[in-house]
Every structure is written in C-alpha cells, then in structure tokens.
C-alpha cells in the first residue's frame, strides 16, 4: 500500500509513522508513507494557502490551487488510482469497518487541513471520501490522519507479529477486554483472582469471558449483542 499526506505540518506527521507498528511494517516494505507539504504548492509570492471566506465570517478557509495542484501532483507519480480521504469534522464517523475498507486499497491520500474550513470546491473537485475521528475538535486533520494511519496499516497482511495477530480474533471479538494481571502475585495489598493461579483453562476462559461481558455491559452497553446481553437488568454474574 502506499499512503500520502498532503498537510502543511509534514513534521508531525513523520515521526510518528517511523516508531512501532508502523515503523515496522514500512521497513519491511509492507507501506509506502510519504508526506507533502501544500505550501510548497502555493502560487503567489506569500506562499498563501488559505484566504478570507466570501461572504464575510471568522477564520481562515483553505484555499483550491494549492491543494488541486499538490494532489494532481503526488497522484501523477504512482499509475495506481487512490482513494482520496479528506479528515474534516463533517465527515462520516471513522469505524474498524471502514479501517478495514481502506487497508483493502492500494493506495490512500489523506488530505490534513488547518482551518476553519475547506473551500467547498475542494469538496466536488476531488470528491473525496470525508471522515471524522469522532466528536471533539481538533485544531487540524494531522491527529486524525495518524489515528487513521494506525488503524489502517496494522491491518495490513504481516503487519503484525504472530503474537500480536491472534488476539485479534479471540473469543472476545466484539467485547471490551477482560482484566489481565501479571507478577508480583502481590502489589500493594491487591492481590490477583485466585481463578487465574490454579492453571484450570476452562475456567479461565469462562472467568474471562464472563468479566469481559461485564464490563462491555457496565461501560459500553451499546457494543453488546443480545446474545452477549444476558437478562434485562442483569444476572447473577452482574
Ligand atoms: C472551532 C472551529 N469550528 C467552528 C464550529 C470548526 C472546526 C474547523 C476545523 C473545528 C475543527 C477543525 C479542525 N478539525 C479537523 O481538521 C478534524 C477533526 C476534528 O476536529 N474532530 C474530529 N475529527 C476530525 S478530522 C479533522
């Protein structure tokens, strides 16, 4: 795969694609990330990228040229047609569904901004695919590409290690995760479930999947299916 972004911050965007999963899975060839700087494609001598909205208003809006000619450009160097992800507040609420979308393309180009708004031609020019990373501000689209990137890439085929991978597909699918612990036996005064020292792995899983239930229900009702669910009101295990 090979990701673009188009921002005018390249310089938070690189640093954080060279650590860990990510860092990992672009060694090894398995990602191409590359960064743009949009104000390399500003036309006139101040290196404007963004101007006063028509019509009057507070803020600045991110300006066509630029962006048209950075997009035309970055896309031009690869035949691979790419899927074109504008990261704005307007956007469709990014999911584990569409992650899995789009690390099923060949090529993604997310586009940052970082002000009040886009010009809405951008919008019809580039048709792109609009997602929001949920319902909070940002102060630009840098933080969101990131999350995106995270998500998408560690779903590339060998992006992960054989033990990071398997937990993906565990019973717990679905439900938050069970409460894990590890040594001291002791900590504090806060010991650990006897049910996780006496190496009985049916009952382990049972406690494990009987607590991750419990707490999807207490904090995120909203994840659990009726099969998971239990009674209305709760059972005994609650
Ligand atoms: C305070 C300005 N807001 C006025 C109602 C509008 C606004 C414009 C631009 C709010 C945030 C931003 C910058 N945000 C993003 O670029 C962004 C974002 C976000 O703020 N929240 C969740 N997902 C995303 S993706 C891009």
């Known amino acids: 795969m090979r990701i673009d972004v188009l921002t005018l911050f390249p310089e938070v965007i690189e640093p954080f694609c060279g650590s860990s999963i990510i860092g990992r899975a672009r060694r090894g060839g398995l990602v191409t ?8 494609f500003a036309t006139d001598r101040h290196k404007s990228v963004d101007d ?3 019509g009057g208003g507070p803020g600045m809006v991110m300006m066509c040229p ?3 000619a950075a997009v035309e450009k970055v896309e031009s160097e690869d035949p691979a047609p790419a899927t074109r992800v504008l990261l704005c507040p307007q956007g469709e609420p990014f999911t584990q569904a569409i992650a899995r979308e789009l690390a099923a393309q060949q090529r993604l180009l997310l586009i940052c ?4 708004g886009f010009d809405e031609r951008i919008r019809l020019g580039l048709a792109p695919r609009e997602i ?49 612990y590890t040594r001291p036996r002791e900590f504090r005064g806060m010991g650990v479930p006897d ?20 707490r999807t229900r207490e904090r995120r009702p909203d994840l659990l299916t009726e099969f998971d669910a239990g009674p209305p009101g709760g059972g005994p295990e609650s």
């Open 33 to 40: 990330i590359r960064t743009t700087n949009i104000r390399d």
């Open 52 to 54: 006063r909205p028509f």
């Open 66 to 68: 630029p962006l048209f």
């Open 113 to 116: 901004g970082h002000y009040e």
């Open 132 to 180: 929001s990373i949920g319902d909070y501000v940002l102060s630009g689209g840098e933080a969101a590409a990131l999350v995106l990137i995270d998500a998408v890439v560690r779903l590339l085929p060998g992006a992960l290690g054989d033990e990071e991978s398997t937990t993906e597909e565990s019973f717990s699918a679905g439900l938050l995760e069970y409460p894990h």
């Open 195 to 214: 049910v996780l020292l006496n190496g009985d792995h049916a009952r382990i899983e049972q406690w494990r999947r009987q607590e991750a239930v419990r």
